[in-house]
């Protein structure tokens, strides 16, 4: 009996700890994308000081908040070679981010291809004006950057 205990208590810690430190579980299903459903669920108040608060979270530097749109991006990397791809993808960020500090970038891995996007761009003409750019700031790379149909980060205003 006191072992079972025991570890009860050790499974609840590990799971507060976890849910503090990432958004909370309760949050996170009651939370809705455009297009989606909604799940409502009763908490009892114990059960939500147990889980904690979880800290505020956002995806722009002036801590603003962002809903997922359909939008564009530039592909500025891809890339399957295991010894040098995710350094690539490194290093073509960092080119963008010191080029571009406002814009975004994103590295994804889908295996075994490393990607780099950038941008959030909700027309496709926007992110052609930007490509150029980008074309004629790293033409050793210019030809290979295109752009791509996908969700993007929309910043809503918290003011």
């Keep these: 009996m006191l072992r079972k205990t025991i570890l009860t208590s050790a499974v609840c810690t590990a799971v507060i700890f ?7 579980i309760i949050d996170e ?4 994308t455009i ?12 059960v ?4 904690g608060t979880p800290a505020v979270e956002s995806n722009f530097s002036d801590n603003s908040v962002s809903v997922k749109v359909d ?6 990397y891809m890339g399957n070679n295991p010894k040098k791809s995710k350094n690539e993808a490194a290093y073509r960020q960092m080119q963008i981010y010191e080029n571009f500090p406002e814009m975004k970038t994103y590295i994804r891995y889908e295996a075994p291809v490393w990607k780099v996007f950038a941008g959030d761009f909700l027309s496709r003409e926007a992110a052609v004006v930007v490509l150029r750019d980008m074309q004629k ?7 290979e950057m295109y752009i791509v149909f996908e969700k ?6 918290t003011q």
């Design 35 to 46: 297009g989606e459903g909604t799940i409502r669920i009763a908490v009892d108040d114990a």
């Design 71 to 76: 939008g564009f991006r530039i592909v500025v």
């Design 137 to 143: 700031m790293f033409p050793e790379f210019g030809k």
């Design 29 to 32: 299903l009651q939370s809705s």
């Design 48 to 51: 939500s000081t147990l889980l």
């Design 18 to 24: 976890t849910c503090q430190a990432q958004k909370g």
């Design 152 to 157: 993007i980060n929309f910043p809503l205003s």
